[in-house]
């Protein structure tokens, strides 16, 4: 089945093409525009221009899109250290013996202490995001 695109309404046509020469350095500026707009084409940014819309345009220094990676990163190793304590619970709880029920508790204080490294790291980074806003 082939979905076809709804037909606009005769008001919102735009029946009138408009060719137009620019140079590399102009086409250059716009198509930078429009990588960090929320137009889809450039005739779309073009149209908006023309008509003196607001273009919002989205902004993201490379040093805040990496710090963003790593939260996600670290994120993504809290959960990971989440799940080796409840396994290791569960392996503690299941034990008979006491000697091996002390190797898994061990395991569990050992995650306890990655997982603290790990959060000091967080608070460090939402700090210095914090300073950027």
Known sequence: MIMEREKKSKGLQLPHVVPI???KEKHRELSDLLQHSHCRSMS???RNIIDNRKIVVEHWDQGSRLLLEELALIRKE???IG???????RRVNSEKQPADRISHALD??????HADERITRLFTLMAKLSERW
């Not at 799940?83 to 619970?89: H, L, Y």
């Not at 569990?108 to 202490?113: E, G, K, L, N």
Request: proline share 0%; net charge positive; no cysteine.
């Open 21 to 23: 020469r620019i140079s």
């Open 78 to 80: 809290i959960q990971s």
């Open 44 to 46: 779309e940014l073009l």
């Open 108 to 113: 569990i204080v050992r995650f306890f202490h």
């Open 83 to 89: 799940v080796n304590i409840n396994q290791a619970t």
